[in-house]
């Protein structure tokens, strides 16, 4: 077909392009019938151009090809938005199947493509349209019917303009050409359909005629029309259209003229069209060729008040009045809906700009607007002004809110999406009310739009800094700060770790505050304070490297002037110092250059201090030093004694040696020294130099009390004084000489006694000759001794000086000597002693050590303040061993094992009972045995192997898996930890998939609670949805007792078969096994089994009929005195047997798991808040439906089944055993629930009383049994606990379910997370999509099995994604964490009275020494724990700042202390007693948690062990299945020689060919196989064939769906599945979604074509 630009509408081409009358007039009969079939071609194909021309206008879409437009419509697309544009509200767009055709361009039809079909006939028949005019559906998706359709939508367009709602259809034949080829086309196109075309010329009459009117009078008065109109007088056309008989509407008289011209136009165009069609020589004339009908009149008359109506609107906006704007718009000629008079404003600026746009779009031409256009300004404008409304209520509701001063009001009041807001930061509620307050206080007036607006912005801006702040992340919160919106003036990026430190110290101040965030005002003013902070410190570093060239110069004065500079900021410079600043800081620099190797060495700011104060206080003590030595000159010269001795022992003079009692000697020997000194020199000066502790000389002025440190060039010694040096040396040998002396006196008698006798005999001998000598030279004799004695004592004295000084050291050394001599000595001695008393002494110290030891940890474990030192002897118990390591990992491998060992046996417990099924099907021939193999081969497999692997996809080493893997990290650490998801997700599922989601998911999220974190947070999740579903579920207490609640379910389930199935059966055991060892024990109370077992009995033994009625009601049994004798002795031994149970059950309460304890406390606590007024006995019997019925009757009627007792695959309980623990199970059921016997059990009835005695004790039980501590206190776990574990944690999950989770993660997040700020939502769109399990496998060998591989686990190390928990005290306990394991580090390694005496005594080498060999010990530990390939980490976060030295480590200690001061954590008052009671609370639950981990692996070892019994049971079920395939093999085998083989054992054809069977869906449906096929007509089964082909493997049939011989589906059918449906009782299955099968009629088929049964 030409394009359709090619229309030619010229007066001259009005005709066909296939010839004139006069070229028919010469041609044969048969060539007439050709050419009349090319007419009624080109005519359907003038009606198919005229469709598509009018469709187009309506849906604003191009359709294909005129010659396409047929197969076009088959998917029914543009029918559907044909639809669409009838009725929008009855089709919305997005009901519309492949909108976009996609499907349709790359798979042809789908079945669904008839659903737009559908709506399209729904719109028709919602428009009012005949039904006469409707084609089937049958008619358009198979093609069989194209020209009813079009003759349909030329009705439905002539009907829709006679309503005014489109325009008419455009008669284009005669006006446009097509090819021959496509005339020829359609001709056969045409004659293939074999059906006659329909008369679209009769359309309006047939409209008509449909009318409920009357038909004659109605085609009277069209007629009467058309003559008025052919007659152009505008009154007689105005008069006939008012004739009633018409039944034409809405018809104004002014517009009469109008009405004439247009209808006069309309009639003269369809007469020409006649025309042009009667050169047809077929062609049949109706009355109505060139009459205008009743609906096109309607049609044009509507047309022309349309138009009129839309003048006088462009009128009104050329006014631009909104009240007459309103008036047009309300015209019903325009029909136009949902008009509003308040949102008059709106139309007209809408229309305003809409007309202005159209007038641009013309060149500037002023032209009006058409109805569609109008149509849609006025609901675009409704929507405006809806908008507008609801933000004008929303900024009333904001400043309603400020006024309250109620935070969470003005929070909800912003986040209302009418408002326009941008999103708000729900945890900086306090911060918008305090500035918005703040804004409308300074205002006096009600806040704005636009201010709120700007307040938010900026608002939320500053919340994203604070909270930045929080996470303590500096670039962070550098970012945050570059918002424009927050409008922080200044920030440079490197400042950036300086903005976080500043920012969360001004944020910790304001804790206190209501308000804890930080508003704009103070953001910018700790901004710059830091910017002036770092200015100032680079003008700091400036002055320091001035000082440094200074004292590289070497000249004093100028390094004075430098220090002095105040950007160095240095304290205390004193110029008389210039000296001793430049030696002490030039030697301080040459010092470092040597110590770092490095002669360009600077000293910084902390030394040029430290070396400042050094130099002051040199001249301090120097200078008191001087004071004193000048003292003690004054108290020489007045010979002072005591004074003097005051003077020496000075300690700022720092003399040694000094001797109180040798103080008259010293003042002697100085008096000397000073008098020789005087002589030697000038004096009076006052001048005198002293040298300091250090060495350096210190010039001291007496008179003036001035000092300097070099000898000034005016200075003059005085020799009239003693210096330091001077005085120490007369000391020193005064001090030597009494030393001397006091040892002489010690030995005085022995030297006494010595000396009298030698003296004495001297003196004797000497007596007798000097007597005489004397006697004659005694003058002379008396002078010569005089001199001589004289002069040889001077010289002894003399030597005896001399020889001291020159010895001094020596005499010392033999002093030391001596007393070491005599130290050792008396050591020996003591030493000897303990020798001989060791074993007392090392009970007495034995004693002494436990009594301290034992004193020590009473305090440690019971003190409310334990001291500091106590603690400090504990703290190591803190650290990690290789033992703690060691059993870390050993527990983490037994967690793994469990969960394996749990998750295997499921499955296979589940592959056993479907085997169960099989083999007796294959018993009853009704499966191959072909398939009991290959169910069989599965379960070898798993008892080769547990457990699969997955090396790839997930856990490959790319960053794509990495970053995947950390994503599922992440969601799955929030599922666990936070259980309102999961919580809110039982409950969106349905109850059918509650339990397998349970068992598959959150068990495996949970490890199975194997260990305490998991249990703890598993009871967190049983404890939320528990109270969910009693709140929201549950009407009346009765429901959770008469119906099966999920959670209750899932509860039991969990505790009886999980966690607490090694506590069931501790507690019950030992009762089963007691009543089945019993051999005699036979409780049967029911009196006709009771009957009939004794007349058995009694017709055995006698041989002879007993002649007694074998059937008997319950009274007629009872009549017999035998029957009540039995039925007393079993009530009796049911007493006795029941008792024992409840006696041990009550004396038990500790054997009922914690968790199954906790959920009955909250559950009573749920319904007491639900019910308030329900009475306690009503409560109790509630919970105690939950402790005994449910967790603990089953178990008793059921050992088996639970594990209580072990049985074997050969070997079960029987009959008797059953009946006698079900009738105590029943007694003790009754007894909990308060239920007593009676009517049909009224033999019974001596039990009553029995039971309401038990039921006090069970009253009691269960009160009891709800009495515990929340698991907080039982675990010790918090929040916080995960910031500070060794281990992280684990879980052990497969492909699938982790796929699966996902999945229902985002079917259901809007559910699980109404806000999209939540979490889970930026979780889930990290993870994208739901990927495909070949993504999470990787790459999969072909051969592998893709559905046992999906099921293989792998571990998933969770973490979260942000460091710290949310809250609002996340910063304070996080410092509390890291501030506890530094004090610990701080005690540990320095001693001291209380923290605070500790922080502040300086730390000596040995004790830094202490600290890095602490460290350095533990890197070692870790490393060796980390080299085991075990998942244990320390957290870094905590521990890096251990790392520190002890003296930076105790700086920050008291940084943190401060803080937590601040945040009233602490207090210094009591010496931060707080955080020591932390850590001592730490070391107590250390303690604990070793203990409980002990008890735990050995739990887990236990549970191990139940678990390899189990599989081991399950093993030998294996082996009975084994020999029973291998016996049938065997004997089919056997047969095998004899009879053909159709299928081997392993699955491939080996005798024939693969077999296929075809049949149409007719003939299936007479087989009864097929019973109907949703939205295909009976008649149409014929069309559709079914192709059933047998497959390689065994069991599997491809089928074949074709329609029409065009392949539309195809699907998998495996026997197994039918059979097993089968089996279920199912009798009807969908195949293809669409097609309904009877079950038992397929596998009869498939039995007959494929197995020959």
């Known amino acids: 077909m030409e394009d359709e630009d090619q229309v030619d509408r010229g007066v001259g081409h009005n005709r066909a392009a296939y010839g004139t009358i006069e070229d028919n007039a010469r041609l044969s009969a048969e060539e007439m019938d050709e050419k009349r079939k090319e007419n009624i071609a080109y005519e359907y194909l003038c009606h198919l151009e005229e469709a598509k021309v009018w469709i187009e206008a309506c849906i604003n879409d191009h359709l294909p090809m005129t010659t396409e437009i047929e197969e076009g419509l088959r998917n029914g697309v543009y029918l559907a938005k044909l639809g669409h544009f009838m009725k929008p509200e009855l089709v919305p767009l997005k009901r519309i199947y492949d909108r976009d055709q996609e499907r349709y361009n790359v798979r042809g039809l789908h079945f669904r493509h008839t659903d737009n079909i559908n709506h399209w006939v729904n719109a028709l028949e919602h428009m009012g349209l005949p039904q006469i005019f409707y084609p089937e559906t049958t008619d358009i998706y198979d093609r069989k019917n194209m020209p009813r359709v079009i003759y349909c939508i030329h009705a439905l367009s002539l009907y829709m303009f006679k309503l005014g709602l489109a325009p008419q259809i455009e008669d284009l034949y005669g006006k446009i050409k097509f090819t021959d080829e496509e005339i020829s086309a359609m001709r056969k196109e045409l004659e293939k359909y074999g ?89 049949e004339p109706d009355v109505y060729d060139e009459l205008l009908t009743q609906a096109e009149i309607q049609g044009n008359i509507n047309k022309v008040n349309t138009s009129r109506a839309l003048e006088k609107l462009d009128e009104v906006l050329q006014k631009q009045d909104a009240s007459l704007l309103l008036q047009a718009l309300k015209n019903p000629h325009l029909n136009l809906r949902d008009v509003q008079p308040d949102n008059a404003e709106f139309y007209l600026v809408r229309l305003m700009k809409d007309r202005d746009v159209k007038k641009n779009n013309n060149n500037g031409e002023a032209v009006m607007l058409d109805k569609d256009e109008v149509q849609t300004a006025v609901s675009e404008s409704n929507k405006e002004a809806d908008t507008e409304y609801q933000k004008i209520l929303a900024v009333q509701a904001i400043n309603a809110a400020v006024s309250s001063g109620d935070a969470q009001q003005l929070l909800a009041a912003l986040v209302n999406p009418k408002a326009q807001l941008p999103p708000v930061e729900e945890y900086a509620a306090n911060l918008y009310m305090e500035e918005f307050a703040n804004i409308k206080e300074e205002k006096q007036a009600d806040l704005d739009y636009e201010e709120i607006l700007g307040g938010v912005r900026v608002l939320s801006a500053i919340a994203k800094i604070n909270l930045a702040v929080e996470t303590g992340d500096p670039v962070g919160t550098f970012n945050t700060l570059l918002d424009r919106n927050a409008h922080i003036q200044n920030p440079d990026e490197s400042n950036q770790k300086k903005y976080q430190d500043a920012l969360v110290t001004a944020k910790v101040a304001k804790a206190e505050y209501e308000n804890e965030l930080l508003t704009h005002f103070e953001i910018q003013e700790t901004v710059d304070m830091v910017n002036s902070q770092v200015h100032e410190e680079h003008e700091r570093i400036v002055a320091i490297g001035l000082i440094n060239e200074a004292v590289d110069r070497g000249v004093p004065q100028g390094t004075l002037e430098a220090l002095q500079m105040a950007t160095a900021k240095l304290k205390d410079i004193e110029p008389k110092q210039a000296v001793h600043y430049q030696n002490l800081l030039a030697a301080e620099k040459q010092k470092k250059a040597q110590k770092t190797d490095d002669d360009s060495a600077q000293l910084w700011v902390d030394e040029i201090q430290a070396t400042v104060n050094t130099a002051n206080r040199h001249a301090e003590e120097g200078n008191k030093m001087s004071v004193v030595v000048a003292a003690v000159n004054i108290a020489v010269d007045d010979a002072d004694t005591q004074n003097l001795l005051n003077l020496l022992t000075n300690p700022d003079v720092a003399l040694c040696s000094v001797t109180p009692e040798c103080g008259s000697i010293y003042l002697v020997q100085l008096q000397e020294a000073k008098n020789d000194k005087t002589g030697a020199g000038d004096t009076g000066s006052g001048w005198m130099m002293n040298k300091a502790k250090e060495g350096h000389k210190f010039y001291f002025n007496i008179n003036t009390m001035e000092y300097a440190w070099e000898r000034p060039e005016t200075v003059v010694k005085d020799h009239s004084l003693l210096t330091r040096e001077e005085i120490q040396k007369v000391v020193t040998a005064v001090t030597a000489e009494h030393d001397r002396e006091l040892l002489f006196k010690s030995n005085e008698p022995i030297i006494v006694k010595l000396q009298a006798r030698i003296r004495g005999y001297q003196a004797r001998e000497a007596f007798n000759n000097r007597m005489n000598f004397m006697k004659t030279q005694l003058p002379a004799i008396v002078q010569i001794q005089a001199w001589y004695r004289g002069q040889r004592q001077h010289k002894k004295y003399r030597q005896r000086l001399g020889e001291l000084k020159e010895n001094e050291d020596s005499a010392i050394k033999i002093q030391a000597q001596v007393r070491m001599y005599l130290a050792r000595q008396k050591y020996k001695e003591r030493q000897k002693y303990y020798k001989a008393n060791e074993p007392q002494i090392v009970k007495i110290q034995a004693a002494w050590r436990s009594n301290m030891a034992r004193h020590d940890y009473m305090q440690l474990m019971h003190a409310e303040n334990p001291p500091i030192s106590v603690v400090r002897k504990f703290v190591h118990l803190l650290d990690q061993s290789d033992i703690d390591y060691t059993e870390e990992i050993d527990l983490q491998k037994l967690r793994q094992q469990v969960v394996t060992e749990i998750r295997s046996n499921q499955q296979l417990e589940l592959d056993l009972d479907q085997m169960d099924i099989k083999i007796g099907l294959l018993v009853k021939n009704r499966i191959t045995l072909q398939d009991v193999i290959t169910h069989d081969r599965k379960l070898k497999n798993y008892k080769e192997n547990t457990r699969g692997s997955v090396n790839k996809g997930l856990k490959a080493l790319s960053k794509e898996s990495r970053e995947r893997l950390e994503a599922y990290q992440h969601l799955f650490y929030l599922l666990q930890t936070n259980p309102r998801y999961l919580a809110k997700l039982i409950f969106e599922m349905p109850q059918s998939r509650t339990t397998k989601f349970m068992e598959s998911v959150i068990l495996t999220l949970y490890n199975y609670a194997s260990n305490q974190r998991e249990e703890y947070l598993l009871l967190k999740l049983f404890k939320t949805a528990l109270e969910e579903e009693i709140s929201s579920k549950v009407d009346k207490m009765s429901d959770i007792v008469t119906g099966n609640p999920m959670v209750v379910k899932m509860i039991v389930g969990f505790n009886r078969n999980a966690r607490g199935q090694g506590s069931l059966r501790e507690l019950l055991n030992p009762l089963v096994k007691a009543v089945l060892e019993d051999k005699n024990l036979a409780i049967n109370t029911n009196p006709i089994e009771v009957y009939k077992a004794w007349v058995n009995q009694m017709e055995t033994q006698s041989g002879k009929a007993s002649g007694l009625p074998y059937d008997a009601t319950n009274e007629q049994a009872l009549e017999h005195e035998e029957v009540r004798q039995r039925i007393d002795q079993s009530v009796q031994a049911l007493r006795k047997a029941t008792d024992l149970f409840l006696k041990h059950i009550l004396g038990a309460l500790d054997k009922i798991p914690y968790g199954m304890r906790y959920m009955a406390k909250v559950m009573r606590d749920a319904l007491k808040k639900k019910f308030p007024d329900a009475p306690e006995k009503d409560v109790l019997k509630i919970v105690g439906n939950l402790i005994y019925y449910r967790y603990i009757n089953s178990a008793i009627v059921a050992p088996d089944a639970f594990d209580i007792i072990d049985v074997t695959a050969n070997k079960g309980l029987t009959t008797d055993q059953r009946r006698n623990l079900g009738s105590v199970a029943k007694i003790l059921q009754f007894a909990a629930s308060n239920k007593g016997f009676g009517g049909d059990s009224a033999h019974l009835a001596s039990m009553n009383s029995y039971i309401r005695e038990a039921h006090e004790k069970f009253k009691k039980y269960f009160k009891e049994a709800c009495d515990v501590e929340e698991p907080d206190v039982v675990f010790n776990i918090d929040q916080y606990t995960d910031v500070t574990m060794v281990t992280k944690p684990v879980i052990f999950i497969s492909i699938r379910e982790i796929v699966d989770t996902h999945q229902l993660l985002l079917d259901h997040q809007d559910a699980l997370a109404p806000d999209h700020s939540d979490l889970l939502h930026e979780l889930l769109e990290d993870l994208g999509d739901t990927p495909d399990s070949d993504i999470l496998l990787g790459d999969v060998d072909e051969t592998s099995n893709k559905t046992q591989l999906e099921k293989s686990e792998i571990t998933l190390t969770l973490s979260n994604k942000y460091e710290v928990p949310e809250g609002d005290q996340t910063d304070i306990n996080n410092m509390v964490i890291r501030t506890k394991r530094m004090v610990v580090d701080v005690i540990r390694c320095q001693p001291g009275e209380n923290l605070t005496q500790i922080l502040n005594t300086p730390a000596t080498d040995e004790q830094e020494e202490e600290h890095a060999a602490l460290v350095k010990k533990r890197d070692k530990v870790d490393k060796r724990a980390t080299d085991k390939e075990a998942n244990l980490v320390r957290q870094q976060s905590v521990m890096s700042e251990t790392r520190l030295a002890l003296s930076t480590m105790k700086t920050k200690v008291k940084k943190n202390l401060h803080a937590l001061v601040l945040a009233g954590v602490v207090s210094h008052k009591d010496h931060y007693q707080a955080i020591v009671n932390m850590i001592v609370q730490d070391i107590r639950n250390q303690r604990r948690y070793r203990q409980r981990r002990k008890q735990e692996m050995i739990r887990i070892r236990d549970t191990l062990q139940s678990l390899s019994t189990k599989r081991a049971f399950f093993e030998e079920q294996i082996d009975y299945y084994n020999r029973y395939v291998k016996t049938c093999l065997d004997n089919l085998r056997t047969k095998g020689k004899k009879t053909h083989k159709r299928f081997s054992f392993f699955g491939k054809d080996t005798d024939i060919k693969q077999v296929s069977i075809k049949y149409s869906a007719s003939k299936l449906h007479e087989k009864g196989v097929v019973l109907e096929i949703e939205d295909l007509p009976m008649n149409q089964f014929k069309n559709v064939l079914f192709e059933i082909a047998t497959t390689e493997d065994a069991g599997v049939f491809d089928v074949n769906a074709k329609f029409m011989g065009v392949q539309m589906e195809k699907v998998d059918l495996i026997f197994q599945d039918l059979l097993q449906l089968q089996y279920e009782g199912v009798a009807v299955m969908k195949m293809f979604n669409r097609a309904k099968v009877n079950v038992n009629l397929l596998i009869f088929l498939l039995n007959k074509k494929f197995y020959g049964k």
């Open 195 to 283: 059906i006659q075309m329909p008369a679209f010329s009769k359309i309006g009459g047939i409209l008509a005629n449909e009318m409920p009117v009357d038909e004659a009078a109605l085609h009277a008065a069209v007629i009467a029309i058309n003559d008025a109109i052919d007659r152009q007088v505008i009154p007689d056309t105005l008069g006939a259209i008012q004739n009633p008989a018409a039944h034409l509407v809405n018809i104004a008289p002014d517009y009469a003229a109008g009405y004439q011209d247009i209808l006069h136009s309309a009639k003269y165009t369809k007469a020409e069209n006649a025309r042009n069609k009667s050169i047809d020589p077929d062609y």
